[in-house]
């Protein structure tokens, strides 16, 4: 475990690099827009506030200096917000978070189960009809679902909100799960057809097993069979899948947010590349990045707790 941790420090020390060196390749800088923006600014105005900021030096050499603060628990302030980093991203952060976990707990609580049926009898009914649902699944774009929802229940049907966390001057906690709704769905159901045809694989593969036989000899009836025993094993596919999106819990998704109007961190983290903010950019991909590697140790954990042998020499 610990040189896990420290192959993740060693990622993030890498990433930080790649990061900063890609957005100081971008043309122009903070400075450079503060002036496209006030006309009133000289370029005398220019050179002093660049002196200021450090923006006048080799980028390697401000990379080094951000993470000097950073190591001393200073994130920087936000160009863009015009407040201190941590300020910029918590309201974001919990948004994001608040959407994907909703949309993963919902579309892993469909998938399983659907995994499970699909696997009792490859090539039945059930098995065909499980399979195309997770085909249409997989490849209706997220943009395109989230827009025949937004068309269906709230502009015919006016049942849903289009956009938005809350309406003007309600903010209770009714009127923020009315506006969840719509973009947790369109989450989870782009994210159910992976999942469940993961399940039906690891259940097919876990029924020919010796264990699996064992038990049929002993008298095992079939559902203690499938339940106590096939799905543990079958479960560590879909704890890599939550490895992987667990970054994503913190990271937001871009696409979903924009549709919908969520103010996640996804959108937060576009805003931040596109206006130099540098940052809150570097804060918020270096957070997902973090989370993502949290994921995959946490996932080895459970690894380990589904299946004691993983791990052992």
Same mark, same amino acid.
């Given at each position: 475990?610990?040189?896990?941790?420290?192959?993740?420090?060693?990622?993030?020390?890498?990433?930080?690099?790649?990061?900063?060196?890609?957005?100081?390749?971008?043309?122009?800088?903070?400075?450079?827009?503060?002036?496209?923006?006030?006309?009133?600014?000289?370029?005398?105005?220019?050179?002093?506030?660049?002196?200021?900021?450090?923006?006048?030096?080799?980028?390697?050499?401000?990379?080094?200096?951000?993470?000097?603060?950073?190591?001393?628990?200073?994130?920087?302030?936000?160009?863009?917000?015009?407040?201190?980093?941590?300020?910029?991203?918590?309201?974001?952060?919990?948004?994001?978070?608040?959407?994907?976990?909703?949309?993963?707990?919902?579309?892993?609580?469909?998938?399983? &189960?659907? *995994?499970?049926?699909? #696997?009792?009898?490859? %090539? +039945?009914?059930? /098995? @065909? $009809?499980?399979?195309?649902?997770?085909?249409?699944?997989?490849?209706?774009?997220?943009?395109?679902?989230?827009?025949?929802?937004?068309?269906?229940?709230?502009?015919?049907?006016?049942?849903? &909100?289009? *956009?938005?966390?809350? #309406?003007?001057?309600? %903010? +209770?906690?009714? /009127? @923020? $799960?009315?506006?969840?709704?719509?973009?947790?769905?369109?989450?989870?159901?782009?994210?159910?057809?992976?999942?469940?045809?993961?399940?039906?694989?690891?259940?097919?593969?876990?029924?020919?097993?010796?264990?699996?036989?064992?038990?049929?000899?002993? %008298?095992?009836?079939?559902? @203690?069979?499938?339940?106590?025993?096939?799905?543990?094993?079958?479960?560590?596919?879909?704890?890599?899948?939550?490895?992987?999106?667990?970054?994503?819990?913190?990271?937001?998704?871009?696409?979903?947010?924009?549709?919908?109007?969520?103010?996640?961190?996804?959108?937060?983290?576009?805003?931040?590349?596109?206006?130099?903010?540098?940052?809150?950019?570097?804060?918020?991909?270096?957070?997902?990045?973090?989370?993502?590697?949290?994921?995959?140790?946490?996932?080895?954990?459970?690894?380990?707790?589904?299946?004691?042998?993983?791990?052992?020499?």
């Amino acid at each position: 475990m610990t040189g896990r941790l420290i192959q993740s420090v060693l990622v993030l020390l890498v990433m930080s690099f790649v990061v900063y060196g890609l957005m100081g390749l971008m043309p122009g800088d903070p400075i450079d827009l503060m002036i496209a923006g006030d006309p009133r600014l000289t370029p005398e105005d220019a050179v002093r506030l660049k002196v200021l900021y450090g923006l006048d030096r080799p980028w390697t050499e401000r990379w080094l200096r951000w993470l000097g603060q950073v190591l001393q628990g200073e994130l920087g302030y936000s160009r863009l917000y015009a407040r201190p980093v941590l300020d910029a991203m918590a309201p974001a952060l919990g948004n994001s978070a608040l959407l994907m976990l909703s949309a993963m707990a919902l579309s892993l609580s469909l998938a399983i &189960p659907l *995994g499970i049926l699909a #696997s009792l009898r490859p %090539g +039945g009914l059930v /098995d @065909r $009809l499980v399979n195309l649902a997770a085909f249409a699944s997989v490849s209706v774009p997220v943009f395109w679902l989230g827009l025949m929802l937004i068309v269906v229940f709230a502009v015919s049907l006016g049942w849903l &909100p289009a *956009g938005g966390v809350e #309406s003007v001057g309600d %903010g +209770g906690p009714t /009127d @923020r $799960l009315r506006h969840m709704v719509l973009p947790v769905s369109a989450l989870a159901l782009a994210g159910i057809g992976q999942a469940t045809r993961h399940m039906r694989a690891a259940m097919i593969g876990e029924a020919g097993a010796d264990y699996i036989r064992t038990a049929r000899a002993k %008298g095992c009836g079939p559902a @203690r069979i499938v339940l106590r025993h096939q799905l543990r094993n079958a479960l560590l596919p879909i704890t890599t899948i939550i490895a992987l999106e667990f970054g994503g819990l913190f990271s937001g998704a871009l696409i979903t947010e924009t549709v919908f109007a969520w103010p996640g961190m996804g959108r937060l983290i576009y805003e931040a590349v596109m206006g130099n903010d540098f940052n809150l950019a570097l804060s918020g991909l270096l957070l997902a990045t973090a989370m993502t590697l949290a994921g995959s140790i946490l996932a080895d954990m459970a690894y380990q707790r589904l299946d004691p042998r993983i791990g052992k020499p």
